[in-house]
């Protein structure tokens, strides 16, 4: 039977990110080793803005702070305790200029990098 995971806030595993367009810190902590189909963790961004276009299934849950999702569909203001559905092949914009994010993701599929030639940000 499969094993249980707690992931502790302060034990997370942040590691910088170069993202295009600035840098975050992320815990990936839901990833290949644990899971054959699912990826997911914590991102912390500040006064970043990234265009993106997802190559995966993902929802995030707003846990601190305030970002804008800018869509074709048009614009999103994401709070605290709000969730985001992103379809793949969904292209945005994410905006945190002048202010800092957390947010918890999870994301299918976990090796979408790897299945489009290219090693996560």
């Known amino acids: 039977m499969p094993n249980a995971i707690h992931f502790k806030r302060n034990e997370l595993p942040f590691i910088p990110c170069k993202a295009p ?3 975050t810190t992320i815990a990936r902590v839901i990833n ?13 961004a500040e006064n970043i803005k990234v265009h993106w276009t997802t190559l995966y299934d993902e ?3 707003i846990h601190e702070g305030s970002m804008i999702i800018r869509t074709g569909q048009g614009e999103m203001e994401c709070h605290v305790g709000d969730i985001v559905w992103l379809p793949e092949g969904c292209t945005l914009d ?3 200029t002048g202010r800092r994010c957390a947010y918890f993701y999870a994301l ?4 979408w990098a790897k299945r489009n030639g290219m090693e996560e940000p």
């Open 21 to 23: 367009g600035g840098e």
């Open 94 to 96: 994410y905006d945190i």
């Open 59 to 61: 929802i995030l849950f």
């Open 32 to 44: 290949g080793k644990i899971s054959q189909h699912m990826g997911g963790g914590l991102e912390i």
């Open 108 to 111: 299918y599929p976990f090796d």
